[in-house]
């Protein structure tokens, strides 16, 4: 039986009479994701795209009538066609515009495959056409990737050498984990999840003695660990939280003055916040409790169970993704470094244990073939998040990380790969911004709601249908992906999609180099034999890898250590801040001058939590976090995550008190609305929830109940219905999609029926109102 990658596992692909029938984890993996189930009927699903498709309106007046987007037909057309009138839309633009008109919006995971990744296939296009405005950062770790540059070291560097899970075993006492460890996120890795090791790990670390302390409003973000302590902490309180601990550990002279004077710089200004001289107010225990309805007594015991154990700080990715969301990780540093135990076995902090399988792996950071994507010619930017802004708001000014900039004014949009109304805040919001551009162009596999708003659709194939190599950065397996099932319909691969309008352009031996796919696995994999052996890892060549279908790649001989060279010798080591040491107070950030974001960690009290005025309206706090039962947004129309649906709609869980007050009960259908918004959900209730908070994955496609309306209900379960498109500050301007308030109540009425996994209306094209030198 062949193999095959995911983002969620290896498989081995399973055929009865020469038909897919089945994915079978492999055997080496102790801790499978059940994801795999839903792709092989998912792949021949009726929301598959099965040819080109061009919106009807765009077919007959192209940018004038891009308000039909999202509740016009499609009508479907031949490659030759579709080749040709992107060839033009992408020349016109480009002559009276300029290619910084052009946004290239691949966001999205996509594939495990290292050649047939989508997001990589565009770049090169566009940077061999000239160049396009880009994106930096992400919606997933936005105001972390800024803020660790400044205050430690930047998050490439970080993630590739978080201390093991072996070491942690080995050596910690006491984990804190805020934001918790949640088992669902670790059966992903962005190129492939070969072996799943988090929560057997957490096994093991329970068995070795940890006391595991889960700062979160969900008991369920950690639980895989049965006995840990819960701390139920208000929604966006955490920094309040970590400032209250700082407090006991600087006033009982529980931290590590050595650690802070020789590898810190900025200590004394922070500490004058802290303990409340530079503003007239302590951020004590008691100060904490009132923010956070947390006793001050357990801050206390907390505090100081920390200063007395090996302890490992742990801080989500879910936390930075709100407003101010810099300032948990800031903080989150700042009491490690308190503690003193950076650097050293089984202490200090992480940015991010179980939010993707690697994080903790301690193995090789060696990532595989890469495919070349050249080299972007042109300097055009936005911060990933503030897409829908750029659109609203051409030529308008923004700030980011200490600079202005001007948004550019983009004129066709050119995105493979990704669901931008799955991933992105205020989809009414969106839906205005993304009529502003003249035409947007979208290769994807699946009808989901991007595909339905788009105006050139392009039938992508799926990672089933076509040969790739599997590899990931510190994970175990290489893997030789075999095609499972021949395309379906009329789907291509991007590779091929983008060597036919490359053709049109006369850029197809520039972009093809003249090979094909499989020419071009074999050369990336011979390619990537040299660096393995810059890490001691020696490959096969590649017929053997092949034919045997995996490489399982060498583990290092000892664990990784963050930090543990700094920690040596901070001179000879130096971080990669101005300081060369950790940066408790950042002169950089307080040059900048942002009200919102002083030069040190401090509470911020975010426009939108249950402590601010809003919560008279709309008094519960909604979570919006990665699903169980997909990726993202990936395979909601398969079968792991259709079952968990309730009454076909995205299940909402909510504490009994706060359903019973609204006198809702379980399996009812509710809305949940605030002022941008309303979406419908299928009600679960937990005690696992504290009070006056609901959560809700995202990921449930997009399904307005008046198709292209903008304020329309969603039917399905779609959270950024009423999340705010707000960045998380002036610094990062990282998205801010946990701070949000929302008020939920009966549905009453007939319940509108689930159409987002239904393809688009089709109609014959009508070419009567275009000349007949244009027609095709």
Same mark, same amino acid.
């Given at each position: 039986?062949?193999?095959?990658?995911?983002?969620?596992?290896?498989?081995?692909?399973?055929?009865?009479?020469?038909?897919?029938?089945?994915?079978?984890?492999?055997?080496?993996?102790?801790?499978?994701?059940?994801?795999?189930?839903?792709?092989?009927?998912?792949?021949?699903?009726?929301?598959?795209?099965?040819?080109?498709?061009?919106?009807?309106?765009?077919?007959?007046?192209?940018?004038?009538?891009?308000?039909?987007?999202?509740?016009?037909?499609?009508?479907?057309?031949?490659?030759?066609?579709?080749? %040709?009138?992107?060839?033009?839309?992408?020349?016109?633009?480009?002559?009276?515009?300029?290619?910084?008109?052009?946004?290239?919006?691949?966001?999205?995971?996509?594939?495990?495959?290292?050649?047939?990744?989508?997001?990589?296939?565009?770049?090169?296009?566009?940077?061999?056409?000239?160049?396009?405005?880009?994106?930096?950062?992400?919606?997933?770790?936005?105001?972390?990737?800024?803020?660790?540059?400044?205050?430690?070291?930047?998050?490439?560097?970080?993630?590739?050498?978080?201390?093991?899970?072996?070491?942690?075993?080995?050596?910690?006492?006491?984990?804190?984990?805020?934001?918790?460890?949640?088992?669902?996120?670790?059966? +992903?890795?962005?190129?492939?999840?070969?072996?799943?090791?988090?929560?057997?790990?957490?096994?093991?670390? /329970?068995?070795?003695?940890?006391?595991?302390?889960?700062?979160?409003?969900?008991?369920?973000?950690?639980?895989?660990?049965?006995?840990?302590?819960?701390?139920?902490?208000?929604?966006?309180?955490?920094?309040?939280?970590?400032?209250?601990?700082?407090?006991?550990?600087?006033?009982?002279?529980? &931290? %590590?003055?050595?650690?802070?004077?020789?590898?810190?710089?900025?200590? #004394?200004?922070?500490?004058? &916040?802290?303990?409340?001289?530079?503003?007239?107010?302590?951020?004590? $225990?008691?100060?904490?409790?009132?923010?956070?309805?947390?006793?001050?007594?357990?801050?206390?015991?907390?505090?100081?169970?920390?200063?007395?154990?090996?302890?490992?700080?742990?801080? $989500?990715?879910?936390?930075?993704?709100?407003?101010?969301?810099?300032?948990?990780?800031?903080?989150?540093?700042?009491? $490690?470094?308190?503690?003193?135990?950076?650097?050293?076995?089984?202490?200090?902090?992480?940015?991010? &244990?179980?939010?993707?399988?690697?994080?903790?792996?301690?193995?090789?950071?060696?990532?595989?073939?890469?495919?070349?994507?050249?080299?972007?010619?042109?300097?055009?930017?936005?911060?990933? /998040?503030?897409?829908?802004?750029?659109?609203?708001?051409?030529?308008?000014?923004?700030? &980011?990380?200490?600079?202005?900039?001007?948004?550019?004014?983009?004129?066709?949009?050119?995105?493979?790969?990704?669901? =931008?109304?799955?991933?992105?805040?205020?989809?009414?919001?969106?839906?205005?911004?993304?009529?502003?551009?003249? @035409?947007? =162009?979208?290769?994807?596999?699946?009808?989901?709601?991007?595909?339905?708003?788009?105006? *050139?659709?392009?039938?992508?194939?799926?990672?089933?249908?076509?040969?790739?190599?599997?590899?990931?950065?510190?994970?175990?397996?290489?893997?030789?992906?075999?095609?499972?099932?021949?395309?379906?319909?009329?789907?291509?691969?991007?590779?091929?999609?983008?060597?036919?309008?490359?053709?049109?352009?006369?850029?197809?031996?520039?972009?093809?180099?003249?090979?094909?796919?499989?020419?071009?696995?074999?050369?990336?994999?011979?390619?990537?034999?040299?660096?393995?052996?810059?890490?001691?890892?020696?490959?096969?060549?590649?017929?053997?890898?092949?034919?045997?279908?995996? +490489?399982?790649?060498?583990?290092?001989?000892?664990?990784?250590?963050?930090?543990?060279?700094?920690?040596?010798?901070?001179?000879?080591?130096?971080?990669?801040?101005?300081?060369?040491?950790?940066? *408790?107070?950042?002169?950089?950030?307080?040059?900048?001058?942002?009200?919102?974001?002083?030069?040190?960690?401090?509470?911020?009290?975010?426009?939108?939590?249950?402590?601010?005025?809003?919560?008279?309206?709309?008094?519960?706090?909604?979570?919006?976090?990665?699903?169980?039962?997909?990726?993202?947004?990936?395979?909601?129309?398969?079968? @792991?995550?259709? #079952?968990?649906?309730?009454?076909?709609?995205?299940?909402?869980?909510?504490?009994?008190?706060?359903?019973?007050?609204?006198?809702?009960?379980?399996?009812? +259908?509710?809305?949940?609305?605030?002022?941008?918004?309303?979406?419908?959900?299928?009600?679960?209730?937990?005690?696992?929830?504290?009070?006056?908070? $609901?959560?809700?994955?995202?990921?449930?496609?997009?399904?307005? +109940?008046?198709?292209?309306?903008?304020?329309?209900?969603?039917?399905?379960?779609?959270?950024?219905?009423?999340?705010?498109?707000?960045?998380?500050?002036?610094?990062?301007?990282?998205?801010?999609?946990?701070?949000?308030?929302?008020?939920?109540?009966?549905?009453?009425?007939?319940?509108?029926?689930?159409?987002?996994? %239904?393809?688009?209306?089709?109609?014959?094209?009508?070419?009567?109102?275009?000349?007949?030198?244009?027609?095709?």
């Amino acid at each position: 039986m062949g193999l095959t990658s995911t983002h969620w596992g290896v498989y081995r692909i399973r055929k009865s009479e020469g038909r897919l029938v089945g994915l079978d984890p492999v055997e080496w993996d102790r801790d499978p994701s059940p994801l795999g189930r839903s792709m092989p009927e998912g792949v021949r699903a009726p929301s598959r795209i099965a040819r080109p498709a061009i919106r009807e309106g765009f077919l007959k007046n192209r940018g004038a009538s891009r308000e039909g987007r999202g509740s016009e037909p499609f009508v479907e057309v031949g490659w030759d066609e579709a080749f %040709d009138i992107v060839a033009e839309e992408l020349q016109r633009v480009r002559r009276d515009f300029g290619n910084e008109a052009i946004y290239g919006g691949s966001y999205g995971w996509s594939s495990a495959g290292r050649f047939h990744h989508a997001q990589s296939q565009l770049n090169r296009f566009l940077r061999l056409i000239g160049g396009y405005t880009d994106s930096v950062d992400s919606y997933s770790l936005g105001a972390a990737r800024v803020i660790l540059r400044h205050v430690v070291a930047p998050w490439e560097d970080l993630v590739l050498s978080h201390t093991g899970w072996q070491t942690l075993e080995q050596n910690t006492e006491l984990f804190m984990a805020f934001g918790g460890l949640p088992g669902k996120n670790t059966q +992903v890795n962005p190129g492939g999840a070969s072996e799943h090791i988090v929560r057997p790990a957490l096994a093991r670390m /329970a068995a070795a003695g940890v006391h595991f302390v889960n700062v979160s409003p969900v008991r369920a973000d950690l639980g895989d660990v049965a006995q840990a302590e819960w701390v139920p902490v208000r929604p966006g309180s955490d920094t309040a939280l970590m400032l209250g601990l700082a407090h006991v550990l600087v006033t009982e002279t529980l &931290y %590590d003055r050595d650690f802070i004077e020789r590898y810190a710089v900025g200590f #004394e200004t922070f500490r004058d &916040y802290l303990l409340g001289h530079s503003d007239g107010i302590a951020k004590d $225990a008691d100060w904490a409790a009132v923010l956070t309805d947390i006793p001050a007594g357990r801050i206390r015991d907390l505090a100081r169970a920390m200063a007395s154990r090996r302890t490992m700080i742990n801080v $989500a990715w879910s936390l930075q993704r709100a407003e101010h969301g810099e300032q948990p990780y800031w903080m989150g540093i700042t009491l $490690a470094a308190l503690l003193g135990q950076i650097g050293l076995p089984g202490g200090g902090f992480g940015v991010g &244990y179980a939010c993707m399988n690697s994080v903790g792996a301690g193995r090789y950071p060696f990532s595989g073939p890469r495919l070349p994507q050249g080299t972007n010619p042109l300097a055009s930017f936005i911060p990933v /998040a503030r897409v829908a802004d750029m659109f609203l708001n051409p030529g308008q000014p923004y700030d &980011y990380d200490g600079k202005s900039y001007r948004y550019p004014n983009i004129r066709l949009v050119y995105w493979a790969g990704g669901n =931008i109304f799955h991933h992105h805040q205020d989809i009414n919001k969106l839906i205005r911004a993304w009529r502003r551009p003249e @035409v947007t =162009i979208v290769h994807d596999a699946f009808w989901t709601a991007h595909a339905k708003f788009s105006d *050139i659709v392009l039938p992508a194939t799926t990672t089933l249908e076509r040969n790739d190599i599997g590899s990931a950065s510190l994970d175990r397996f290489m893997i030789a992906m075999q095609k499972a099932v021949e395309p379906f319909a009329e789907a291509r691969d991007d590779y091929a999609i983008f060597s036919g309008i490359a053709a049109r352009l006369g850029l197809e031996e520039a972009f093809t180099e003249g090979r094909t796919p499989e020419q071009w696995l074999r050369v990336l994999y011979e390619e990537s034999r040299p660096r393995a052996e810059t890490f001691g890892i020696e490959l096969p060549d590649f017929d053997t890898f092949w034919r045997e279908g995996f +490489v399982d790649l060498p583990r290092p001989r000892t664990d990784s250590l963050m930090l543990d060279d700094f920690r040596r010798d901070p001179d000879r080591h130096p971080l990669k801040t101005p300081s060369g040491r950790l940066e *408790i107070t950042s002169q950089a950030i307080g040059s900048f001058g942002y009200r919102e974001i002083p030069a040190h960690p401090a509470w911020q009290p975010p426009a939108e939590w249950l402590g601010s005025a809003t919560a008279a309206r709309y008094p519960l706090h909604l979570l919006s976090n990665q699903p169980r039962t997909r990726l993202h947004s990936q395979f909601d129309h398969g079968a @792991v995550s259709r #079952e968990s649906k309730i009454q076909g709609r995205e299940p909402l869980t909510m504490n009994p008190a706060d359903a019973a007050a609204r006198g809702l009960t379980p399996g009812a +259908v509710v809305r949940v609305y605030n002022d941008r918004g309303a979406f419908l959900a299928g009600l679960a209730v937990s005690d696992d929830i504290r009070p006056g908070v $609901a959560q809700i994955a995202t990921g449930a496609w997009y399904d307005p +109940v008046e198709r292209g309306t903008v304020g329309s209900l969603d039917a399905h379960g779609n959270p950024n219905l009423v999340t705010q498109d707000v960045g998380a500050s002036r610094l990062s301007q990282g998205c801010a999609a946990q701070s949000v308030l929302v008020q939920v109540e009966g549905f009453e009425g007939p319940l509108p029926p689930i159409t987002a996994f %239904d393809p688009p209306p089709f109609i014959q094209p009508d070419l009567s109102g275009i000349p007949s030198t244009d027609r095709t």
